[in-house]
Structure formats: C-alpha cells, structure tokens
C-alpha cells in the first residue's frame, strides 16, 4: 500500500517518524515553512518544542483543477517527484525518512496526495483533513484509504474508505504503532458483521455490483436473511442471518440479498429484484506451453479467448503456470504482468507426476522433456484442483484450466 503520511505541525512530524517505522516506504510530507533546510522541524526531536499548526488560508479551500498546474498536480506516482525537484527543500531526517514540502498551499498539495496514494494518513484536527480532502472524493472504489491522528496520538480515526480502500486496518495499525486507540465507525464492524467489500479487498478477490452492497449490509444490520451462493465449498465462517449453499436452486430463497461467490460469467436463478453483488474469487490456475519466442499479446489473447469460450471470468485468473524450460520467456513473464498474477514455475519432475489422463505428445516431450505441458501446470498451479477446461492450442500456444480451492489450504 502506498502510504502519504501527512503532519501540520512540529509535533505531528515527530509522530510521522514513528509511524514510519510501521509503514516502510511511507512518504511525508509537511508544510514547506516546516521542511525548509535550518528550521530542524523536520526533524525528530528538533528544535522548539511549540507546536506550530499549519494556516489553512481561512477555512475551506476550494476545488482544486487536477489537470492545471503540471508543476504541482501531475497525476499519479510524479506527484512525489515533483516535489523533489525542490531539492533546497528536501530535508532528510533523523531516520533517514525525508519530508517533502506540501507545495503552492495545502489545498492544492492534498489534492495531489488524493490522487497520488492509497493511504494517507493526516496527522491534523479532522476538520482540516476533511476540508483537504474533500473537493477530490471520488466514489468508494475509488477513492483512498484516509486515517486521522490526533497530534496527541490518542486516536487513530477511520475516515474514508475504511472497508474497500483498507482505512479501518490502517487505523488499527497505525493505534498499533502509536499505542493509540482505533476508532472504526463502519456500521458492520461495531456490530461484528461481514462487510464484503472488505472481504474481498482482504482475500484479493473482485467484486461486481459494489452500488447493491448498501443493501445488502443494512439486511444483515436489521437482522434479515441473504443468501450466499458459492460455486466452490465456503469455508469461512461469517456472523449473521446468512444462508450458505452450493446449490443453485437455493437462490429462490433470497428476497433481501445475495453475495454470489463465483468464477462463471453465466446468470444465475435470482428472483428479481434483489439486490446482489459477485465476489469473484482468484482460484483459477492457467497451465501455458508455448514455442519459443512467442509474444505476449499473443499469450494474453490466447487466455482471454479460452475464458470467453468457457463462460469464466478473467478476475478469477490465481497464475499462469508452466515448465522450468520456460521461466525465462519473455511473453509469459509479460503475459503474467499484464493480468496482475504470478507466473509458478514447476520442474519437469512435477510435471511428469501430474500428468495423470492428460493427452501426450511424443513432439512436446522430444522438446521439452515432458509429454504434456498446459494441463499439468494447470493442476499444480491450482493447488491439485480439477481441469475445467481441457487443453487449447492457439497457434502456437497451448492453454487449459484448473480449478482450486477458495481458500488454499484449506477443505
């Protein structure tokens, strides 16, 4: 997660510091009067000891055009660099951590920030935290996970995007890191209940139909059963009035919700009306061979149309999967990339053994050492999981899928 730590004051920098150390990579960033070379604010445990808040032009500041000032707004990860490039203001720290200069103004510097990281945590009153962020809030799934410090690091505030975004994590382990308390007001979690956009943030799995969670969530808060259909066994025990099947047929039930847990595109029987979102869990391993060479776009087509031809989803993709003679080609290392997942490797030892009632090639094994390769690297990438969709070849490529478990390692 690619953290913004924000501190206003002498005080809130030497809290940034600390909350370094449990946020590697974390960048601050204070007002430039603070991170200016000779002040020593910037630095723990600096000189002067008043606690100095930063001046906010008079209350809130107005919307900010993200696309106007290149210098100081310029999209994405060179919101950063462009504040580095004011080296004379760039003031290492006593740890090592350096404080980048919150430039031309606050409003416009928190604009950037919104734009620029997942996580930002203000060290601030929560009036000034919400008045930086809130011309540039976006949506849920949008926007950043936000967290509030007081300067007394008594409480660490949840403030935005506390399911999706990871704010109400953030919050515990930055009370962890400060010995603060965390304070979570999602209404879910005060009453120990599921929140799926959570869930799915945590398991690394998507999620569709974000808008019909609200209703989803205030089913379960007023006490109301919704059904959760899983195409694999769910093993995860969840509180609340939730009904737990396989069966399909069991979705007639559902009057006021239903999660659908699954890797297939097509519709399923829910009665109409009622509100639902899918999780789509990653558990499905695709096993490449491939002639050398090969490009990835090609690669990446080639999956793609084996998942359209399957009717399963592409989000459930877990890893491409092949032989140790192949780690090192290029367009599978790419392919992988361009999907967001690992490319396993397995020995031709592991091969061989997996192979079971796979189809064999005396050519493939001529080549390579092993008679069969998709397949088999399918079933070891999923963990020994079933073959959903045979072998492909695709000029050149071959392709097939396995599927695993929900949750690896477990029944």
């Known amino acids: 997660m690619k953290t913004a730590i924000i501190a206003l004051s002498k005080i809130g920098l030497e809290k940034a510091q600390v909350l370094c150390s449990c946020f590697p990579g974390a960048d601050i960033y204070a007002p430039e009067r603070l991170a200016a070379p000779g002040e020593g604010a910037g630095m723990a445990g600096g000189s002067g000891a008043a606690n100095e808040p930063i001046e906010t032009a008079g209350g809130k500041p107005e919307k900010t055009d993200r696309s106007g000032d290149s210098e100081v707004i310029e999209g994405g990860s060179n919101f950063r660099s462009s504040c580095e490039k004011s080296a004379s203001s760039l003031l290492s720290c006593s740890v090592g951590v350096p404080v980048l200069p919150l430039k ?35 949506g849920k799934a949008k926007d950043p996970a936000v967290v509030v410090i007081d300067e007394g690091g008594r409480y660490a505030i949840s403030l935005l995007s506390g399911h999706l975004g990871g704010a109400n994590d953030l919050a515990a382990e930055a009370a962890r890191c400060l010995g603060a308390e965390a304070v979570i007001t999602t209404a879910t979690d005060g009453r120990g209940l599921p929140a799926f956009d959570n869930l799915a943030r945590k398991w ?10 609200k209703h989803i969530s205030a089913a379960l808060l007023e006490g109301r059963e919704i059904v959760l259909y899983s195409c694999r066994p769910f093993t995860r025990h969840l509180e609340g009035r939730i009904y737990c099947t396989e069966r399909a047929e069991d979705l007639s039930r559902a ?11 097509e519709p399923l029987p ?32 080639a999956v793609k149309e084996a998942f359209a031809g399957a009717g399963l989803a592409e989000e459930s993709i877990s890893c491409l999967a092949t032989g140790e003679f192949k780690e090192k080609e290029e367009g599978l290392i790419e392919a992988a990339r361009f999907f967001g997942v690992p490319l396993k490797i397995f020995t ?57 478990e929900l949750f690896p390692g477990e029944a």
Not at 204 to 213: I, M
Not at 255 to 265: F, S
Not at 353 to 359: P, Q, T
């Open 204 to 213: 690394g799995w998507g999620l569709e139909y974000l808008p019909a969670l």
């Open 348 to 404: 031709r030892e592991e091969i061989r053994a997996a192979v079971g009632s796979s189809a064999t090639s005396e050519f493939v094994q001529k080549q390579v050492g092993v008679g069969a390769v998709a397949e088999p690297c399918a079933v070891l990438g999923s963990g020994g999981g079933p073959i959903v969709l045979p072998v492909r070849r695709h000029g050149g490529i071959t392709i097939a899928l396995a599927e695993g």
């Open 104 to 138: 031309n103004g606050f409003a416009a510097a928190a604009a950037g920030i919104f734009e620029s990281y997942n996580a930002i945590i203000f060290i601030s009153a929560v009036a000034v935290a919400v008045r930086g962020i809130a011309p540039c809030l976006a």
């Open 255 to 265: 009057r006021h919700g239903a999660v659908l847990v699954t890797n297939r595109l």
């Open 270 to 301: 829910l009665p109409a009306g009622v509100p639902q979102v899918i999780l789509r869990p990653r558990n499905l391993a695709v096993g490449v061979g491939c002639r050398r060479g090969i490009a990835a776009n090609e690669i990446v087509r």
